[in-house]
């Protein structure tokens, strides 16, 4: 919705125009989770490739070893942060079974920190073999590993450089390293870590488990970088094949609170489109307009702000008052009458979920938002299409400048309805969203929004 049209535009803009970021797929990228060519450069200095050549087999392709050190950085990041998941030292059985359920949503897994465990087997040396096994198996590669013959698991080992392993795996272990090695699982920088023989460790461990989470889609869900020369085709396709998110369940409880006057509007979301980004580097910007987003992301490349980013899809609902006329009505913009001659509106938008290569970068966000993407009078130049009175992002974390406000909201499955209150009418509003339907809890959380949008709440429109 465009904040600079009409007054009832303003009044279109509800508390409901931004989005929840939830634990809750991704597309594989390279170690630093940006976008970017393996390095494939051959030198006859390294010991591997030098074998190699003198055997005719050629290299697996290899990434920086700075590279892999953040790939293993964001994994650690990810298990502690969505699951309490943390290794330190050489890891048992048990330890790395719990966290094996618990990354899978099994109830059986618990909080899983090195050195604590109530089972006798915890103080058991745990072999890397055996955490292989069971990788492949939660990872759902165990049929593809059967396939590999003896000639592929042995052409596989020499690329590696592990071939000197094959006396001490057995057929089963041999099929399962080959596939660990062909899905890069393991960066090559960790082959060391896989001597058959040795005890697990929680580098290799924590590495093994985040792989577990890409290969099932539950580890961070994006479309790609701000560097990406294809971002905007992708975010493109997105917009237009991503619907008009519905939950009947739901909007029946805030249907109700819309037409009471308990709140003035709220969004719907679909929680398998939620980035699972890490909170201390992540913005979330929403809007309506999918060539602002292109030029958000252009923006943002000349500002040299690095970032990985997801679209994720609302639903914005608020009253739609009879003065305004009757808008003509297509598969985006959606109206229910009410009865009183006004009507229920419903509105495709967007949440851009932005992960910044730093948390300085994050910082410097709001300053590029105020000078090229907030609008301050009616005729002005020099800002990126579509601009909005009041830009609309939020942090999960405290950022300067941002002021605390409240997210109320209801979940039912994959779906979520939310409300943005300040917070001192939280209280009231959860109250009477609890009066409505007694049997849907409603949740709330605080978080820190952009001044411009703090200020609409409490009744300035600019």
Partial sequence: MKQNQKKAGRT???????????????????????ASEASTRITTQNPLIAAAAKTGTAMLPSIPAAEQKA????????LETYYSISFSGNVTGAEFEAALLKIQGTAAGTAVIAGKSATPAATVDFKVTAAVSKVIEAAHLKELAQTYPQKKITSVLTKAGLERYSKQLSNQSAQEYAVLIDLQMVPSAMYGSLNPTQPLHADLATCLLGKVLVLNGTYE?????????????????A?????LIQSADLQKIVDQALKQNVVTGYNLKDLRYAPRFHDLRTITYGHSSITHAIQLIGLMKSEN??????????????????????????????LEPIGDGNYIAYSKEYDLHFEFATEEQKKRFDSVISAYAKRNQEDMTGLI?????????????QLPEYKEITNNYMIQGNYLAQTFTLNEQSAPTVAALSQISPSVKVHTYTFWVDLPFYNYLIGDYK
Avoid: C
């Fill in 12 to 34: 279109r803009l509800t508390i409901s125009t931004m989005a929840l970021t939830l634990l809750a797929s991704t597309a594989l990228f390279d170690s630093t989770g940006y």
């Fill in 71 to 78: 790939l293993l950085e964001e994994f650690r990041q990810h």
């Fill in 221 to 237: 869900n994006y479309l790609g970088t701000t560097a990406d020369a294809d971002i905007y085709n992708k975010m493109i396709h």
């Fill in 239 to 243: 917009w237009q094949t991503q619907p």
């Fill in 305 to 334: 702000l690095t970032a990985k980013v997801q679209l994720e899809p609302k639903t914005s609902a608020f009253l739609y008052l009879k003065e305004w006329g009757i808008p003509e009505e297509t598969p985006d913009f959606q």
């Fill in 385 to 397: 299409i579509d601009s909005w009175w009041q830009p609309l992002y939020y942090s999960m974390n």
